[in-house]
């Protein structure tokens, strides 16, 4: 990925995603903080909700759509509010959250699954009308290997575990900045 993001860039999408949950949640206008020319670059992205360890939300869009800081402000109150794993974030949970940013790399599709770099690359998956995607973080986070890290997108998918050995099955990867807040 040549796109980088200084750490001052990062903490104003950390703020700009908190800023419009909590327009939402709490019902007032946002207070963001000025985009730098490189935010207003189009980018996919995705916003992470965790609450005491745990995730609460996550929601995002892989291509490039819209400039990065608009993104984020999308994908923060989806994550917070339309996740269908989860009921909508309360006032109650709001001060135990934790956002993550993950801002992606465009897709490129691999011809080998020794490609797949397990923490470095997230991974797309698609067959027919259905896909699935994990984000690189996710297999570092709970220890798996390159086969357990293409099984679980399969199941992210809605595909059979073994789907990414099919030619039908197209896998694509990807590799993201992220960067969120420390938890309490």
Same mark, same amino acid.
């Given at each position: 990925?040549?796109?980088?993001l200084s750490g001052e860039?990062?903490?104003i999408l950390i703020q700009t995603a908190r800023q419009s949950i909590e327009s939402r949640l709490l019902g007032r206008a946002p207070h963001?903080?000025?985009?730098?020319?490189? &935010?207003k670059k189009k980018c996919g992205a995705f916003v992470t909700l965790h609450s005491r360890g745990k995730l609460r939300g996550c929601i995002g869009f892989v291509a490039a759509r819209s400039p990065l800081i608009d993104t984020v402000k999308e994908t923060a109150q989806s994550a917070a509010f339309q996740d269908p794993r989860f009921a909508p974030l309360s006032r109650k949970e709001w001060g135990d959250v934790?956002?993550?940013?993950?801002? &992606?790399?465009?897709?490129?599709q691999v011809k080998s699954i020794e490609e797949v770099e397990v923490g470095v690359h997230g991974v797309m998956m698609h067959r027919g009308f259905q896909s699935g995607l994990l984000l690189p973080q996710v297999a570092s986070e709970y220890g798996w290997d390159r086969?357990?890290?293409?099984?679980?997108?399969?199941y992210k998918a809605g595909l059979p575990a073994d789907c990414w050995r099919s030619?039908?099955?197209?896998?694509?990867i990807f590799s993201a900045i992220v960067?969120?807040?420390e938890t309490g």
């Amino acid at each position: 990925m040549d796109f980088t993001l200084s750490g001052e860039e990062q903490r104003i999408l950390i703020q700009t995603a908190r800023q419009s949950i909590e327009s939402r949640l709490l019902g007032r206008a946002p207070h963001y903080p000025p985009a730098t020319e490189n &935010l207003k670059k189009k980018c996919g992205a995705f916003v992470t909700l965790h609450s005491r360890g745990k995730l609460r939300g996550c929601i995002g869009f892989v291509a490039a759509r819209s400039p990065l800081i608009d993104t984020v402000k999308e994908t923060a109150q989806s994550a917070a509010f339309q996740d269908p794993r989860f009921a909508p974030l309360s006032r109650k949970e709001w001060g135990d959250v934790t956002l993550e940013i993950s801002v &992606l790399s465009p897709l490129k599709q691999v011809k080998s699954i020794e490609e797949v770099e397990v923490g470095v690359h997230g991974v797309m998956m698609h067959r027919g009308f259905q896909s699935g995607l994990l984000l690189p973080q996710v297999a570092s986070e709970y220890g798996w290997d390159r086969e357990t890290f293409l099984t679980h997108t399969c199941y992210k998918a809605g595909l059979p575990a073994d789907c990414w050995r099919s030619p039908e099955t197209r896998i694509e990867i990807f590799s993201a900045i992220v960067f969120g807040e420390e938890t309490g």
